[in-house]
């Protein structure tokens, strides 16, 4: 994959992260695989790497090219936690997540048992994974790419703000069905010993 490295660059170095980029990994120039290798194991102020970068604009190709020089980034964490996954799901890129998912079970097949559970029940510094994200931005195509990767996935964590909580919450009733159809033994629970329930119950009366 070829272009220009500046805007990445920039990013790196602590420049304005709110502007599209656009990665380019020259990985097939010879004499570029050390910079390269370089720029990739940099991170943005928010400890984001490349892949979170290119994972939350939804540049597939780029995420591809980054994992291929270095798939270590595919678990990688920010500064909150959160993997190239979470940052996929937060923006909505059901596609993106998709790829994700579809790299890890390709290090299953090289023998990584487990991989795509685990990376799809990475949680986040608030204890929240990427479905978590896909829920609070309301995204239905992501939730159904990661449930569909990890059919238990509603039932993580087992403490705490359960995704069913957190749809019910944000009255995100779709959401909501979507997950108990797929899981009828999904977690109810939520923060300071509340449930899925006491949630319904708060919005339905407006507080």
């Not at 540049?59 to 959160?82: E, F, I, T």
């Not at 059919?151 to 964590?157: C, D, G, K, T, Y």
Request: include cysteine; glycine fraction near 10%; hydrophobic fraction near 40%.
């Amino acid at each position: 994959m070829h272009g220009s490295c500046r805007e990445l660059t920039n990013l790196l170095n602590g420049g304005a992260a709110n502007v599209p980029i656009e990665v380019v990994v020259d990985i097939d120039r010879p004499g570029r695989s050390a910079a390269s290798s370089l720029l990739l194991e940099g991170v943005t102020p928010d400890g984001d790497s490349a892949l979170h970068i290119v994972a939350a604009y939804g540049y597939q190709m780029k995420a591809r090219a980054v994992y291929d020089k270095a798939p270590h980034l595919l678990g990688a964490r920010n500064s909150g936690g959160r993997t190239p996954l979470h940052c996929a799901a937060r923006a909505g890129h059901a596609p993106m997540a998709a790829l994700l998912i579809e790299l890890a079970r390709g290090e299953e097949v090289a023998g990584e048992d487990g991989r795509v559970e685990t990376l799809v029940r990475m949680q986040n510094e608030l204890g929240e994974t990427a479905l978590h994200e896909a829920i609070r931005a309301g995204h239905m195509l992501t939730v159904a790419e990661l449930m569909t990767a990890d059919p238990f996935l509603a039932r993580v964590p087992e403490n705490g703000t359960s995704p069913l909580f957190l749809a019910v919450s944000l009255r995100h009733e779709e959401i909501a069905r979507e997950l108990y159809e797929r899981d009828k033994k999904l977690s109810y629970s939520g923060p300071d010993g509340q449930n899925a329930l006491h949630a319904a119950v708060l919005r339905s009366r407006g507080t």
